[in-house]
């Protein structure tokens, strides 16, 4: 079975302009320093790349005009690192940036008809059709194969149609059912497999059964939303606004978008109103026409800003996305109340629910107005869902389904998986080879490149910058606005490499993402598979290549079995450190607090219902339906789902600290680095 998209499939690249040479702002009256500034453009790269100047980039001295030294000092991890570098590494260098070149030749990459939706053809997303499905809990409605087999309204319906949604995806097959059911659920499937309409589509079309909040010239100060859809950053929550939108459509659902970044008091306030005032006066009094000017025109947009909010919130709102930072800020300054709530959604359940945000989102659900589990259905999506956190999460949720789609984070044989022994010193080379061996096909692809730190992703951006790469970072010390350029300019192709930490890990859908490369592993192996899922996404091919080095040690038994599971080849120098390593990896640097969840070998074990762990303590006559592959039809009915102990009180949860209450979740784990 093959899963059409309507959009057509044409050259790839083909028929787009070039880009103009890009120049990073900081840089546009730097003296040009080395040859690839001189020269940026798509096609002279191969050439630039090949060029006798390349050498001064090997060896991790980078001299840039006798200005910036990029040398990385004080390493002093050469002497094990080098060997092994010259035992692995050497076969495979300099062969490197031709398989990448070739690995690119392989991706299907749309074009921009494809995009647009033209022309024939389709994505492919056969790559789904065998994903085995499990779903375990208390009489699991029966999963679908068509839109118009559940009863979705028709304003939805011609939505899902305008959004050419032909076929429901896996994750949709079966989570829409068990929603519009009016279950709780907790989902987990992989990246970029359509979760945000799984957990949309039945809120929508329960609003429109029950009756609009938010009715013409019903107004009050207090918004009282009847969904509530809570997501780790400001980015992701903006992305659920814009596509729930998409789905509400001409239906008269409300839906309002609240993140950080400054709290709406201060926004509506006072004392944002008499900061723009005081810099207002003194630019008048300073006589300063320019500055005048621009200032009055920022007031002015200020203004219109405020209004437009408060007039979003006091209309009436059916359906609020919000990060946990400035909900809580809303609600305590008596903007939101969360008394009507049918339906509460959490994506990226499994980040909201460990250390950073636990708290916040403990506060909101419990302690806020929110009607109990029970009175209001609950549903969790991720693509990741540790045991210890879906433990923590049956808190929050009455009688639920569990459903697994896929064994691992990502989908088997879209994300072609590519991991490379790189010590620290030569990551700056190695990426330059990377991203001029891509370059040199000649596509068009978004490059999006993770590093640990957000010194790092400043850093590497000014680097690829002076190398003449267009590279643009973001992260969380970034204000919103430059948050927002630099994924606008990323996406539009302006800057086709994002040098990003993990605040862009998750949720983000960014079309023609063909590449992820983690300049830095992460810690988690959780966060490996949702950085490498923001390519390879509705079924199309992508590539993620690791730089790992020495410090990644811990990482490599998980990563092995992960990669195992996705059918990816496994280097040998891989496995060797896997075996070498295997007890040092306890589930990851955020989960460790939680007890490790039985090593790294067993969660990547494909993510399973925990209650199923618990063989004695009273939980018995739990069964589930288990689906061979979503299209097998093999649909068996559930058990009884009785005797089910709850779990035992949770301890091991601290204050998790990084708060900025009416800002943003700032979160201590390093989520926003
Ligand atoms: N039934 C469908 N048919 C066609 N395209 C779909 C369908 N469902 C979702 N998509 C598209 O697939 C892409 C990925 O969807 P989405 O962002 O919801 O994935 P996700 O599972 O939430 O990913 P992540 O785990 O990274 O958050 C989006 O561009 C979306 O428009």
């Given at each position: 079975?093959?899963?059409?998209?309507?959009?057509?499939?044409?050259?790839?690249?083909?028929?787009?302009?070039?880009?103009?040479?890009?120049?990073?702002?900081?840089?546009?009256?730097?003296?040009?320093?080395?040859?690839?500034?001189?020269?940026?453009?798509?096609?002279?790269?191969?050439?630039?790349?090949?060029?006798?100047?390349?050498?001064?980039?090997?060896?991790?001295?980078?001299?840039?005009?006798?200005?910036?030294?990029?040398?990385?000092?004080?390493?002093?991890?050469?002497?094990?690192?080098?060997?092994?570098?010259?035992?692995?590494?050497?076969?495979?260098?300099?062969?490197?940036?031709?398989?990448?070149?070739?690995?690119?030749?392989?991706?299907?990459?749309?074009?921009?008809?494809?995009?647009?939706?033209?022309?024939?053809?389709?994505?492919?997303?056969?790559?789904?059709?065998?994903?085995?499905?499990?779903?375990?809990?208390?009489e699991v409605p029966?999963?679908v194969?068509?839109f118009d087999e559940i009863d979705l309204g028709e304003g939805l319906m011609q939505n899902i149609r305008r959004c050419?949604?032909?076929?429901p995806?896996?994750?949709q097959?079966h989570a829409i059912p068990i929603a519009v059911a009016g279950r709780d659920l907790?989902a987990?499937?992989?990246?970029?497999?359509?979760k945000t309409a799984a957990f949309c589509f039945p809120i929508i079309s329960t609003i429109l059964k029950n009756g609009l909040n938010s009715g013409p010239g019903g107004t009050r100060t207090v918004a009282q939303p009847s969904a509530l859809i809570l997501?780790?950053?400001?980015?992701?929550?903006?992305?659920i606004h814009?596509e729930a939108k998409k789905f509400a459509f001409k239906t008269g659902v409300r839906i309002v978008v609240a993140?950080?970044?400054?709290?709406?008091?201060?926004?509506?306030?006072?004392?944002?109103?008499?900061?723009?005032?005081?810099?207002?006066?003194?630019?008048?009094?300073?006589?300063?026409?320019?500055?005048?000017?621009?200032?009055?025109?920022?007031?002015?947009?200020?203004?219109?800003?405020?209004?437009?909010?408060?007039?979003n919130l006091e209309k009436g709102v059916d359906i609020l996305v919000a990060?946990?930072?400035?909900l809580?800020?809303?609600i305590?300054?008596?903007?939101v109340s969360l008394k009507m709530i049918k339906h509460l959604a959490l994506d990226?359940?499994?980040?909201?629910?460990?250390?950073?945000?636990?708290?916040?989102?403990?506060?909101i659900v419990?302690?806020m107005g929110m009607p109990p589990p029970g009175q209001r259905q609950t549903m969790l999506f991720?693509?990741?869902?540790?045991?210890?956190?879906?433990?923590?999460?049956?808190?929050f949720l009455k009688d639920y389904i569990?459903?697994?789609?896929?064994?691992?984070?990502?989908?088997?044989?879209?994300?072609?998986?590519?991991?490379?022994?790189?010590?620290?010193?030569?990551?700056?080379?190695?990426?330059?080879?990377?991203?001029?061996?891509?370059?040199?096909?000649?596509?068009?692809?978004?490059?999006?490149?993770?590093?640990?730190?957000?010194?790092?992703?400043?850093?590497?951006?000014?680097?690829?910058?002076?190398?003449?790469?267009?590279?643009?970072?973001?992260?969380?010390?970034?204000?919103?606005?430059?948050?927002?350029?630099?994924?606008?300019?990323?996406?539009?192709?302006?800057?086709?490499?994002?040098?990003?930490?993990?605040?862009?890990?998750?949720?983000?859908?960014?079309?023609?993402?063909?590449?992820?490369?983690?300049?830095?592993?992460?810690?988690?192996?959780?966060?490996?598979?949702?950085?490498?899922?923001?390519?390879?996404?509705?079924?199309?091919?992508?590539?993620?290549?690791?730089?790992?080095?020495?410090?990644?040690?811990?990482?490599?038994?998980?990563?092995?079995?992960?990669?195992?599971?996705?059918?990816?080849?496994?280097?040998?120098?891989?496995?060797?450190?896997?075996?070498?390593?295997?007890?040092?990896?306890?589930?990851?640097?955020?989960?460790?607090?939680?007890?490790?969840?039985?090593?790294?070998?067993?969660?990547?074990?494909?993510?399973?219902?925990?209650?199923?762990?618990?063989?004695?303590?009273?939980?018995?006559?739990?069964?589930?339906?288990?689906?061979?592959?979503?299209?097998?039809?093999?649909?068996?009915?559930?058990?009884?789902?009785?005797?089910?102990?709850?779990?035992?009180?949770?301890?091991?949860?601290?204050?998790?600290?990084?708060?900025?209450?009416?800002?943003?979740?700032?979160?201590?784990?390093?989520?926003?680095?």
């Open positions: 079975m093959s899963w059409d998209f309507t959009g057509g499939r044409g050259g790839a690249g083909g028929g787009r302009a070039r880009l103009p040479s890009y120049v990073p702002p900081h840089l546009r009256n730097a003296p040009v320093a080395n040859p690839y500034n001189a020269a940026y453009g798509y096609s002279p790269y191969s050439a630039v790349y090949n060029a006798p100047g390349y050498g001064q980039y090997g060896g991790g001295g980078y001299v840039l005009g006798g200005q910036q030294d990029f040398a990385p000092r004080g390493r002093g991890r050469r002497g094990r690192g080098g060997q092994r570098r010259n035992e692995y590494e050497s076969s495979s260098s300099s062969s490197f940036a031709d398989a990448i070149a070739e690995k690119f030749n392989e991706l299907e990459v749309l074009g921009e008809e494809e995009a647009a939706g033209g022309g024939g053809g389709g994505i492919n997303f056969e790559a789904y059709d065998d994903i085995p499905v499990k779903a375990t809990g208390n029966p999963p194969e068509r050419k949604y032909s076929k995806t896996p994750v097959k907790m987990c499937a992989q990246t970029g497999s359509g997501s780790p950053t400001r980015e992701l929550s903006c992305q814009e993140y950080g970044g400054a709290s709406i008091q201060q926004q509506l306030g006072s004392s944002c109103k008499w900061a723009f005032c005081s810099i207002w006066l003194v630019a008048h009094l300073s006589g300063d026409v320019g500055l005048r000017l621009f200032n009055s025109v920022r007031f002015f947009f200020y203004g219109i800003c405020c209004v437009v909010q408060l007039y990060t946990p930072g400035r809580a800020d809303m305590d300054r008596g903007r990226e359940a499994d980040r909201m629910l460990d250390m950073g945000f636990e708290p916040q989102i403990r506060k419990q302690q991720s693509a990741t869902f540790p045991d210890e956190i879906q433990r923590l999460a049956s808190d569990f459903l697994s789609v896929g064994r691992v984070g990502s989908s088997t044989g879209l994300i072609s998986q590519k991991i490379e022994l790189v010590q620290d010193m030569d990551k700056r080379s190695h990426i330059m080879k990377l991203l001029h061996g891509q370059k040199a096909n000649g596509k068009r692809d978004l490059t999006l490149v993770f590093t640990e730190t957000k010194k790092g992703a400043d850093a590497l951006e000014y680097y690829l910058s002076m190398s003449g790469l267009p590279a643009i970072a973001i992260h969380g010390d970034k204000v919103q606005m430059e948050r927002e350029r630099a994924l606008r300019s990323f996406k539009a192709g302006v800057t086709p490499i994002l040098v990003a930490t993990d605040v862009a890990s998750r949720g983000l859908d960014i079309p023609n993402v063909s590449h992820v490369i983690n300049f830095d592993l992460p810690k988690d192996i959780d966060d490996y598979v949702h950085r490498i899922g923001r390519t390879g996404r509705a079924g199309k091919s992508g590539l993620a290549t690791a730089f790992f080095s020495d410090q990644n040690m811990p990482l490599a038994k998980p990563l092995v079995e992960l990669m195992k599971e996705s059918n990816q080849e496994v280097p040998p120098w891989l496995s060797e450190y896997a075996k070498s390593s295997s007890n040092t990896y306890s589930g990851g640097g955020r989960y460790r607090r939680y007890g490790g969840g039985g090593g790294g070998g067993s969660r990547h074990g494909g993510y399973d219902d925990y209650r199923n762990d618990y063989s004695g303590g009273g939980y018995g006559g739990y069964g589930g339906a288990s689906y061979g592959g979503y299209d097998s039809g093999s649909y068996y009915g559930d058990n009884d789902y009785g005797g089910y102990a709850a779990p035992p009180a949770w301890s091991g949860l601290g204050g998790g600290g990084g708060y900025e209450l009416g800002t943003e979740a700032v979160v201590a784990s390093g989520w926003d680095m």
